[in-house]
C-alpha cells in the first residue's frame, strides 16, 4: 500500500469515529444505555477478531496489559454510558463535546510524565479548549456560569462520565506510549469492554431491550464504524503520512457533532459551533506547542 492510500485509509477511520456519538445515542435509545453499549462492544469486538486479530497477551509488557486493559476499559464504558444516560439528545452531543478535552489533556500529561517537551503555547491551548467547552454547556447564554451550572445539574451523570472519560483516556495515551513497547491490545480491550458491560447489565437493574430494524441498522454501524475504524486507523499510522493524520484529528469535535446533528435530527445552535470550534482550535493548539518544543 503507498503511503498516499495509507493515510487516505487513517482518514476514513476519522469519519468512521465521527458517527460514533450520534450512533452510540441512537442504539442507546432502543436498547438501553448499558444494553445497547454490551452490544455494541460485542458486535465490534468480533468484527476486530476477524479484521486486526487477537494479540498474543503473553508477550505484552505486564504493566501495560494491567493499566491498559483497566484504563481503555474504563474509559470506553465512560464514554458509552455518558452519551446514553444524556437527558436529551442535545445533551448526547454536549457531553460527546467533554469528551473532546482528551487531546488537549493527552498532551498535559505527556508533559507531567513522559518529558514530552512543549512550548508555553499549550497554557492558552488547554485554556480554550476548556472554555470552548464552557461555551457549549452554555448555550445560547454563552459563558453564563448560573446557565452551564444548570445544564450540567439537569443530567449530572452523563457530564461527568464525560469528563471522567477525557481524562483516562489521556491517561490511558500516556500509558501505551510508555509501555506498550509496540504491541496493539484493540482487540482484548474491546472484548473485555463487552465483558464488564455484560455483567454490569446481568447484576444491576437495566432497561428492557427492544430491537426494531432502526436499532439494528444502527448497531450494525457503529460496530463497522468502531471496528473498522480502529483497522484502519492501524494502517495509516503504521503506513501514512502521520502529521497529517495527527492534524485532521484534531477536527473530530466539529465533524462529529455535525453528524451527531444530522443523525439524531437535534440541531445545534451557533453557539455550540463556536464552542466546537474553540475546542478544537485549543487541541491544534497544544499539538503547535508539541511541535514547537
Known amino acids: 500500500m503507498t503511503k498516499q492510500k495509507a493515510t487516505l485509509t ?10 460514533m456519538v450520534g450512533l452510540i445515542r441512537g442504539v442507546s435509545e432502543g436498547l ?14 468480533l468484527l476486530l477478531l476477524v479484521t486486526v486479530g487477537f494479540p ?13 486493559s483497566l484504563l481503555f476499559v474504563s474509559y470506553e464504558i465512560c464514554l458509552a454510558l455518558s452519551l446514553g444516560y444524556a437527558a436529551t439528545r442535545h445533551q448526547a452531543i454536549e457531553a460527546g463535546m467533554v469528551n473532546y478535552l482528551w487531546p488537549g489533556l493527552t498532551i498535559l500529561f505527556a508533559i507531567l510524565f513522559n518529558r514530552q517537551k512543549a512550548s508555553w503555547l499549550v497554557i492558552p491551548g488547554l485554556l480554550l ?10 448555550g ?35 500509558v501505551t506510549s510508555k509501555y506498550a513497547g509496540g504491541h496493539n ?28 430494524l432502526p436499532t439494528l441498522v444502527q448497531l450494525a ?32 469535535p466539529v465533524l462529529s457533532s ?17 464552542g466546537a470550534a474553540l475546542v478544537c482550535g485549543g487541541s491544534l493548539l497544544c499539538w503547535y506547542a508539541t511541535r514547537k518544543g
Open 129 to 138: 479548549a476548556v472554555i470552548g467547552v464552557c461555551r457549549v454547556l452554555g
Open 258 to 274: 455535525a453528524l451527531a446533528a444530522l443523525m439524531l435530527n437535534a440541531p445545534l445552535s451557533w453557539g455550540f459551533w463556536q
Open 140 to 174: 445560547d447564554s454563552g459563558l453564563n456560569i448560573a446557565d452551564i451550572t444548570r445544564n450540567i445539574v439537569s443530567s449530572p451523570v452523563s457530564y461527568l462520565l464525560a469528563f471522567s472519560g477525557a481524562i483516562i483516556w489521556a491517561a490511558y495515551c500516556t
Open 10 to 19: 487513517g482518514l476514513v477511520a476519522i469519519v468512521l469515529w465521527s458517527t
Open 221 to 252: 454501524m457503529v460496530s463497522i464504524a468502531l471496528g473498522f475504524g480502529y483497522a484502519a486507523w492501524n494502517t495509516g499510522i503504521l503506513h501514512g503520512h502521520v502529521p497529517v493524520l495527527a492534524a485532521a484529528s484534531y477536527f473530530t
Open 185 to 212: 491490545g484493540i482487540t482484548f480491550f474491546i472484548l473485555l469492554t463487552a465483558v464488564s458491560l455484560w455483567l454490569k447489565y446481568l447484576f444491576s437493574e437495566q432497561p428492557p431491550m427492544h430491537f426494531t
Open 56 to 68: 498474543d497477551l503473553r508477550r505484552f509488557p505486564p504493566r501495560y496489559l494491567l493499566s491498559g
Open 32 to 45: 438501553g444505555p448499558v444494553g445497547g453499549a454490551a452490544m455494541i462492544y460485542t458486535c465490534s469486538g
